[in-house]
């Protein structure tokens, strides 16, 4: 079987434009994703045995739990909306480089479509389950609710490890799962998008197999395309500058403190860290801390992110980056720090670590990082957990505007796409923080109060048919 010797692990996804100039093999595995990619094989075993201790499934039906609770949901609301609508397995075959045939699994859930058409990414990694793609299109449905975009929520994947294959294996097993999910996704019905182990040219192989299918070019299936193929500008960045605007605010409006000068921790150093550490760091907060799955890295000084990222590109690890010293993925997250942002997997802050942490405010980056027994630990420190249904939204709302585009065929300009998403996100900031005042709510439950509230409402106005 070959192997593409080019990792692309926890690279910065550059200009999307410019990756379409890269060679074969650079494209295919440069992350444009909204997670950090493991690196190194035993590292990642370790980190994975780490993330699922407790099932995502589990952490997201019980933050649903606890909204309904608070809100006195109907009994029937609840049972139908804490369970996926629809779920796809598919098992498919694909042609090694070496002539041998593969098989695959892979996975579609499709959380809500009472909104909507669903939305959510696919991921490529060795731990994807059935029970994780439950969990993600769950969150998806709530973020994509709060956000007020006309979307449900939906995830897949496919279990295996994308450097394990070269190019062009990545190419036929990408084209044989989305032949797979042809008569199941559509700009009306489902538009995916990347995430782990996925990126741009993931993208534009899925559109092209679609597109093969109904006779015509179908742009509008999917977001997070290259811009050559209908993608927008804007989204390589989207997500970890939503953290940063998002984050901005709370200091101001909930802590009392600006981001400038502020001490940042960033867990995870993929395309959500690395933009997160980027702007945040362009707006004057001090990184003073970053980790991969090799381990972590610490400065009191600070760190230069786009000195990291050179490191990375020539290194393949954050690790030895000059003037810092080496720590690991635990004392990263129980650094003294003005913000902790975890950016990389599930499950990464529980009732075994919570008590240890000190940051201020817990940005979550990714989703689903911290459970529901560390949100009470925290939430009793005095912590502010900003959670991910509105932190990391900017992906998701930017993906959106992508589609619309692609549906008017008419493009924005950079400019615009940035104002849209702060407007959109700030705005809904100010009902999420309006709603925990009013309420006396920590601001997970006033997010998950707000967003299962609209789909409520939606229920009720359409009824159920027949």
């Not at 692990?9 to 493991?38: F, Q, W, Y």
């Not at 000068?261 to 997160?276: E, P």
């Not at 709510?441 to 967003?451: G, N």
Request: with cysteine; glycine share 10%.
């Amino acid at each position: 079987m070959a192997k593409n010797n080019h990792t692309g692990v926890g690279l910065v996804a550059e200009p999307i434009a410019v990756k379409a100039r890269e060679t074969e093999s650079n494209v295919a595995l440069l992350t444009d994703t909204d997670h950090s990619l493991p690196s190194g094989d035993q590292p990642r075993r370790r980190q994975d045995k780490v993330a699922h201790k407790a099932s995502a499934y589990s952490v997201a039906q019980d933050q649903f739990d606890r909204a309904a609770t608070a809100m006195n949901l109907e009994p029937y609301l609840r049972e139908y909306l804490r369970v996926p609508q629809r779920e796809l397995i598919v098992h498919f075959p694909a042609h090694m480089d070496n002539g041998e045939l593969k098989m695959f699994t892979g996975f579609r859930v499709q959380h809500s479509t009472v909104k909507g058409p669903t939305k959510g990414g696919i991921r490529y990694h060795p731990a994807v389950t059935l029970d994780e793609c439950r969990a993600l299109a769950m969150w998806m449905t709530w973020k994509c609710s709060l956000m007020n975009l006309p979307y449900g929520g939906a995830k897949g994947g496919v279990i295996m490890d994308p450097r394990d294959h070269s190019t062009r294996e990545l190419e036929r097993i990408t084209r044989r799962y989305a032949t797979e999910l042809a008569s199941f996704i559509g700009p009306d019905r489902d538009i995916p998008a990347p995430d782990v182990g996925t990126n741009a040219q993931t993208m534009a192989w899925i559109m092209d197999t679609y597109s093969m299918h109904r006779g015509a070019s179908v742009p509008a299936v999917i977001t997070g395309k290259p811009v050559s193929v209908g993608g927008t500008v804007g989204r390589e960045y989207a997500t970890g500058l939503g953290v940063t605007y998002v984050t901005r605010a709370i200091m101001e409006k909930k802590v009392g403190h600006s981001l400038e000068d502020s001490t940042v921790a960033i867990q995870g150093f993929g395309n959500v860290g690395s933009w997160t550490a980027r702007t945040m760091s362009e707006r004057g907060a001090r990184v003073v801390a970053v980790s991969d799955v090799t381990g972590g890295i610490y400065s009191a000084n600070g760190i230069d992110p786009r000195g990291l990222i050179r490191h990375l590109k020539e290194n393949g690890t954050v690790l030895g980056y000059p003037g810092s010293d080496q720590i690991s993925n635990d004392e990263l997250l129980t650094l003294d720090v003005d913000i902790l942002v975890p950016a990389a997997m599930e499950g990464q802050i529980t009732k075994h670590n919570a008590d240890k942490v000190k940051a201020r405010v817990i940005a979550e980056g990714a989703n689903g990082p911290v459970t529901p027994e560390a949100d009470s630990i925290l939430l009793d420190k005095g912590a502010t957990i900003i959670p991910d249904i509105l932190c990391n939204a900017g992906g998701v709302v930017v993906s959106y505007f992508e589609w619309v585009q692609d549906l008017q065929a008419f493009f924005w300009d950079e400019g615009q796409v940035r104002r849209q998403m702060e407007r959109l996100l700030l705005d809904n900031l100010e009902i999420v923080i309006g709603t925990a005042t009013r309420h006396k709510y920590d601001l997970r439950t006033a997010a998950y109060t707000i967003a299962i509230g609209r789909i409520t409402e939606a229920v009720k106005m359409r009824g159920i048919y027949p």
